[in-house]
């Protein structure tokens, strides 16, 4: 919002701030409640796979590389979620101790 902000006329921001003070709070909690949440988690690459990315974006027409790795992210885990047992049904089964992988030769 900040960015957004900044590029506003200053006619314009001075109205905005006069919106915000005017503003009744719980009329703004309601606001707020209505509102999409978004998380700004980062998730760091290598410079290498992000050039990868970017490459693979543009062939395929997509307009940011980080809207395609977003969609492929969602898909991904809808798919995990599907195979993977319940986690309701988890957290009641008693822990198992972790098996160490034996890997055959």
């Known amino acids: 919002m900040k ?3 900044a590029k506003l006329s200053k006619s ?3 109205r ?3 919106w915000y003070h005017e503003q009744d709070p719980r009329e703004f909690d309601d606001v ?3 509102a999409s ?3 700004p988690d ?4 290598p410079s290498r796979l992000t ?3 970017k490459k693979l974006a543009k062939t395929k027409g997509e307009p940011e590389y980080q809207l395609m790795v977003t969609r492929w992210l969602k898909e991904r885990v809808q798919k995990e979620a599907r195979t993977a047992p319940k986690l309701s049904e988890k957290s009641k089964l008693k822990k198992e101790p972790d098996l160490k992988r034996q890997v055959s030769k």
């Open 3 to 5: 960015k957004r902000f």
């Open 16 to 18: 905005v701030e006069a």
């Open 51 to 53: 050039a990868t990315l």
């Open 12 to 14: 314009e921001q001075q």
């Open 37 to 39: 949440s978004h998380s």
């Open 32 to 34: 707020m409640r209505r």
């Open 42 to 45: 980062v998730i760091r690459l």
